[in-house]
């Protein structure tokens, strides 16, 4: 059995797709949710599904002693950062590679990089008058959204389109496809 962790900052709308998708799946076990926001709505996702959950702070993050210790005596086998805003560690990418991935909610290597995350992101892509955008999954390295591409999926960037607008169909994209990517990408490890 594969066993995922998943990494999320905010409401873990994503963290629940992706439990409930692969509740159907025997040989996969999301194991562990990771949290680096004391009160964020992915802590309570967790809980309704019994997922065990590790909250930490930056220095908590920074120290092999914690996060990373927690990992490997979960053996660990894949990461996912599901809406995980911070720049994983050399030492966590490191021990895993090609096996953390992450979503962005554009076609990278377009609105990539640092604060580059949620509304930032489809205020950037509006702005810009983009005729289109959509999502990103990638391997997770040293850098913001530089990892190898995985898959994209693009939606149209209408002329009316608010943020929120844009939003709604990329999370449309997002619930579709990842949890069938890290299945995929799971298959090849």
Partial sequence: MKKIAIFAS?????????????AQKPQFCVKSVFCNVPDAYVLERAKKYRIPTFVFNREEFRNPDKVFRQLQEQEIDFIVLAGFLW????????????????????????????????HHVHEAVIA?????????????????????????????????????????RVHELEYRHFPRVIEDTLKKL
């Fill in 87 to 118: 720049l994983m560690p050399s030492f966590i990418t490191a021990a895993w590679p090609n096996k953390i991935v992450n979503i962005h909610p554009a076609l990278l290597p377009a609105y990539g990089g640092k604060g580059m995350y949620g």
């Fill in 10 to 22: 905010g409401s873990g709308s994503n963290a629940e797709n992706i439990i409930q998708y692969f």
């Fill in 128 to 168: 810009a008058g983009e005729k289109e955008s959509g999502i990103t999954i990638h391997y997770v390295n040293d850098h913001y959204d530089q990892g190898a591409i995985i898959f994209q999926a693009k939606c149209p960037v209408l002329p009316t389109d608010t943020p929120d607008d844009l939003a709604a």
